[in-house]
């Protein structure tokens, strides 16, 4: 996979769930400004068309990037300094036999549970105060958008969900928003094994997860959000 490859491949996932969706300069750009959510507010590689956008709107421009395309960033960044915002591995999930289950059941739910899963979110990567927004954000985009599925994962016995994850059907299986809650790292393998598991039979899943992030992923390059 190339970075071009993979950023096609990542804003596809997004654009169904951003606000608007327009190119500047040869760059795919999402915008949403009610939503904090990173994939649907950005330029998926530089250009000073994409922006003069973001600076029109008085918004940060955020780019998301590879590792090849972080230095036209700072070369041509038409205003300020640019920070890294995170770094992410993008590649492809294959579900794993475990020796012992794991242990958590995933359910898929209706998108009338989004503001369960913007909960999950919220909790996982921001904090509560963007519930709100976040609830907003996916129940106006799932109830448009049913070429996504959602999914909760929960801890065996319990009854209230520790993991999203949501899932586009299309040309092949993605995952790349989800949050699993503190403590519970392992729910987002069996979110990925259920995605995996979708179509009927096991297929791989791309999905995007922070650098850090201890996940076997195939064919994993690198990107980056930055903002200015």
């Known amino acids: 996979m190339t970075v071009e490859d993979a950023l096609e491949s990542i804003h596809s996932y997004f654009a169904p769930l951003g606000e608007l969706g327009f190119t500047r300069?040869?760059?795919?750009?999402?915008?949403?400004?009610?939503?904090?959510?990173?994939?649907?507010?950005?330029?998926?590689?530089?250009?000073?068309?994409?922006?003069?956008?973001?600076?029109e709107k008085y918004a940060p421009s955020v780019f998301?990037?590879?590792?090849?395309?972080?230095?036209?960033?700072?070369?041509?960044?038409?205003?300020?300094?640019?920070?890294?915002e995170q770094r992410i591995r993008l590649g492809y999930y294959s579900a794993l036999k475990w020796v012992e289950p794991l242990p958590y059941f995933v359910e898929q739910v209706p998108w009338t549970r989004a503001g369960t899963a913007a909960e999950i979110l919220a909790l996982a990567w921001l904090d509560a105060d963007w519930t709100e927004a976040l609830t907003?954000?996916?129940?106006?985009?799932?109830?448009?958008?049913?070429?996504?599925?959602?999914?909760?994962?929960?801890?065996?016995g319990e009854e209230k969900p520790v993991g999203m994850a949501l899932v586009q059907i299309s040309n092949l299986v993605r995952t790349h928003l989800w949050g699993v809650l503190e403590g519970h790292t392992l729910a987002l393998n069996a979110l990925l094994d259920a995605?995996?598991?979708?179509?009927?039979?096991p297929t791989r899943v791309e999905t995007s997860v922070p650098s850090s992030w201890d996940l076997k992923l195939d064919d994993a390059l690198e990107l980056s959000y930055w903002h200015g």
Do not use: I, M, W
């Open 25 to 55: 300069g040869g760059v795919n750009v999402l915008y949403t400004p009610k939503s904090p959510v990173l994939g649907v507010n950005c330029a998926f590689g530089y250009s000073s068309e994409a922006d003069a956008f973001f600076v």
């Open 64 to 84: 998301l990037l590879g590792e090849n395309q972080t230095l036209e960033l700072f070369e041509r960044g038409s205003r300020g300094d640019f920070t890294l």
């Open 136 to 156: 907003q954000h996916l129940s106006a985009a799932l109830e448009r958008n049913r070429e996504y599925l959602l999914l909760l994962a929960y801890p065996n």
């Open 195 to 201: 995605s995996s598991a979708l179509l009927g039979t």
